[in-house]
């Protein structure tokens, strides 16, 4: 494919492809992105919707990012698109497997995004707007998916494509499976992190409930940083009886060290008290139970600076025990060395081991308290970030050893949500509708995320996959029971979709 060049004023090379608005150039090699088009406006958006065979509502990326001037997008158009030439020679170029050189380019797009810890990004007004008819054929499809995915999932689409397509569908199918090659990701080398500039402020985020003596600790290492943090907030449930008044002095740390007793538990609470609390230029939340290194805070602001990006997870590690300490987590950094670095868009947001502008926060308001008691408030917070047209990257650059203590913590509201019967604590999802003998599953916090951001097909199709598996993936000799189970097992399904859609009527809340 022949490639135009562009030289930057810091002198940076980008190649591109139709005809862009020069006068963007320089920004934008000022950023996070790697690749940058306008294909939302040129009739990509959200189209590929097959992909959905595959992830379901498991991937964020499913669904275009509307209504931004600058949003991650993976749907590439080829014909008017800007990379940087240290990227795309680092890159196997596009695929010249598929029949249509669109293809081409949604499977560089995808593979970027997903595979390769790249950025794409649509920028409106970088190219002309204009509108593609976009067609896929069935050989095409077929290969996209024998190439990046297992073969169980080209074979799951056959089946849900019906009867009446069978003929042509299965044709291509077997083309594919013949002739694609499978994917090999290379990954995009992450940029040499830049001295740290200016004096930012930084405020430090803990949510706890009956943990005191893990929030020390973690303080303590934070006494130890190449960077110090401005102010630790620390929301803390902890039943007044329980309290223990040698933790959190802050005469002990150099550091101001903020204190507020939480009385309604629940962790979106916490952090959204927390957030009204700082004062800092950013803003890293943390769990209460990881170990961190001295260059952790610097580390996050460095890679924010150098991408200037709005938001990054830092790399979290599961300790072997709840006794292991940094050293620990340096032993087991040199085990993976080989597979650490790698920045990218992040597909995730960890309320453990993360970092974010505070103005970005603010504009978020903060977390979506329908979800406490539950799972999925922090995937929540980061996918309102890429909605608002933020950058939330992955940094491999400040990692964390989680301790995961096997008591104490928030998620005990959530153990207390297997439990039956007159001991059981009532959920703050369940609102005015306690759950009895069905137990919904799966959680209905998790279902109201997905509720929040899916389509209405989409949602079917992940139903009828999630039963799918749940009969024909494991042990062969137990379909028979499984079968059994399966009117029980809608059930439950039912019942966390009902709750969910009551969260969803009751709108998004953050106090």
């Not at 079968?483 to 998004?508: D, E, H, M, T, V």
């Amino acid at each position: 494919m022949p490639l135009k060049k562009y030289v930057t004023s810091n002198n940076e090379v980008l190649l591109y492809r139709g005809k862009p608005n020069m006068a963007l150039l320089d920004e934008l090699a000022n950023g996070a992105g790697d690749v940058w088009h306008s294909s939302l406006q040129q009739g990509f958006f959200n189209c590929f919707q097959d992909l959905m065979y595959q992830t379901a509502v498991y991937w964020w990326f499913l669904n275009d990012f509307q209504h931004q001037n600058s949003a991650v997008s993976w749907r590439i158009n080829t014909n008017a698109f800007v990379v940087r030439e240290s990227i795309w020679n680092q890159l196997n170029g596009l695929d010249t497997q598929y029949e249509s050189s669109l293809m081409s380019g949604l499977d560089f797009g995808y593979n970027l995004l997903r595979n390769q810890a790249g950025v794409p990004l649509n920028i409106k007004g970088l190219f002309p707007s204009e509108e593609i008819t976009i067609q896929i054929s069935k050989k095409d499809r077929y290969t996209f998916f024998f190439k990046n995915f297992k073969r169980q999932h080209p074979l799951y689409m056959l089946l849900r494509k019906g009867i009446f397509q069978f003929p042509s569908e299965y044709k291509a199918y077997l083309h594919a499976k013949k002739k694609a090659v499978k994917y090999v990701a290379k990954i995009i080398n992450p940029r040499d992190l830049n001295p740290l500039k200016g004096k930012p402020s930084v405020s430090l985020v803990i949510p706890t409930m009956k943990r005191q003596a893990y929030s020390q600790i973690l303080l303590e290492d934070h006494k130890k940083q190449s960077y110090l943090i401005k102010e630790a907030i620390i929301v803390d449930a902890t039943p007044e009886e329980e309290r223990d008044n040698k933790y959190y002095r802050n005469e002990d740390f150099p550091f101001e060290v903020v204190v507020k007793w939480q009385t309604n538990k629940g962790s979106c609470r916490a952090r959204n008290e927390a957030i009204d609390l700082c004062t800092g230029d950013y803003i890293i939340f943390a769990d209460d139970d990881i170990r961190i290194l001295p260059d952790f805070v610097e580390n996050h602001i460095r890679l924010l600076q150098t991408y200037n990006a709005d938001a990054c997870n830092g790399l979290d590690i599961m300790a072997e025990n709840i006794h292991q300490d940094v050293t620990d987590l340096e032993k087991r950094l040199l085990k993976i060395d080989d597979k650490r670095w790698k920045v990218g868009v992040s597909g995730m947001f960890s309320n453990a081991n993360s970092c974010v502008r505070r103005d970005v926060v603010q504009e978020l308001i903060g977390n979506d308290i329908n979800f406490d008691g539950g799972y999925g408030e922090d995937s929540d917070f980061g996918f309102r970030i890429l909605k608002n047209g933020g950058v939330l990257l992955h940094n491999p650059f400040s990692p964390n050893l989680h301790l995961k203590p096997p008591t104490g913590g928030y998620r005990w509201w959530s153990l207390e949500a297997k439990k039956k019967g007159k001991k059981r604590k009532v959920q703050p999802w369940e609102l005015d509708n306690p759950v009895k003998s069905i137990s919904p599953v799966p959680s209905p916090t998790i279902m109201y995320g997905i509720l929040k951001y899916y389509t209405s097909q989409q949602i079917k199709e992940w139903r009828v996959k999630h039963f799918f598996l749940f009969l024909f993936k494991r042990d062969p000799k137990k379909f028979p029971l499984r079968l059994i189970q399966l009117p029980y097992k809608q059930l439950q399904f039912s019942k966390s979709l009902k709750y969910a859609k009551a969260l969803i009527n009751l709108g998004i809340r953050y106090k």
